[in-house]
T-cell receptor, first 114, second 116 residues
């Protein structure tokens, strides 16, 4: 079975500081890992994905994520947070032997304080 | 391209009523799916389809029906609405039926349903 954990319900960070949103996963087979962002009353927007290759993946709006196979983690990072980054962030996983269905984490609310 | 379009955006139902949430995509995606979003629970898969004429159940299918007569459309039907079905519903699609593409999901803007 596939599962995703986001251990923090809420992350607060000051504008200009680096941010990290944590994600760990469990999946049989090789993982396909994704981060999505949701702004209030909107659908989810794709940020980045890890399929294969370099463990550091760069995505939209200056976000990046590091895949760590030994720790089964895929933490989302940004060097300098903006107030406009405040939103709900979801990590998702799909195993390469599990068809196309995704499993989403519960979400982490990021608040960037001015 | 409009992407994934969901209608209606808001709906209030009484217990026992039925309704259909519409979803259409113009990206020629083979895979389409319906999720419900509830606070603190992330997104849970209701039903999905890997192509026209093919549907299957997800994690929480009870009380919902789907059909996929065309590549573009994937409606979700609530047969007899219950208060437990109060939620925000998202339709999502992706390209690539094969498992090696890692295709990301494209989401609609959501449909907020309240069942009284």
């Amino acid at each position: 079975a596939q599962s995703v954990a986001q251990p923090e319900d809420q992350v607060n960070v000051a504008e200009g500081n680096p941010l990290t949103v944590k994600c760990t996963y469990s999946v049989s087979g090789n993982p396909y890992l994704f981060w999505y962002v949701q702004y209030p009353n909107r659908g989810l927007q794709f940020l980045l994905k890890y399929i294969t290759g370099d463990n550091l993946v760069k995505g939209s709006y200056g976000f990046e994520a590091e895949f760590n196979k030994s720790q089964t983690s895929f933490h989302l990072k940004k060097p300098s947070a903006l107030v406009s980054d405040s939103a709900l962030y979801f990590c998702a996983v799909r195993g390469d032997n599990y068809g196309q269905n995704f499993v989403f984490g519960p979400g982490t609310r990021l608040s960037v304080l001015p | 391209n409009a992407g994934v379009t969901q209608t209606p955006k808001f709906q209030v139902l009484k217990t026992g009523q039925s309704m259909t949430l519409q979803c259409a995509q113009d990206m020629n995606h083979e895979y389409m799916s319906w999720y419900r979003q509830d606070p603190g629970m992330g997104l849970r898969l209701i039903h999905y389809s890997v192509g026209a004429g093919i549907t299957d159940q997800g994690e929480v299918p009870n009380g919902y029906n789907v059909s996929r007569s065309t590549t573009e459309d994937f409606p979700l039907r609530l047969l007899s609405a219950a208060p437990s079905q109060t939620s925000v519903y998202f339709c999502a699609s992706s390209y690539g039926a094969g498992t090696t593409t890692g295709g990301e999901l494209f989401f609609g803007e959501g449909s907020r349903l309240t069942v009284l």
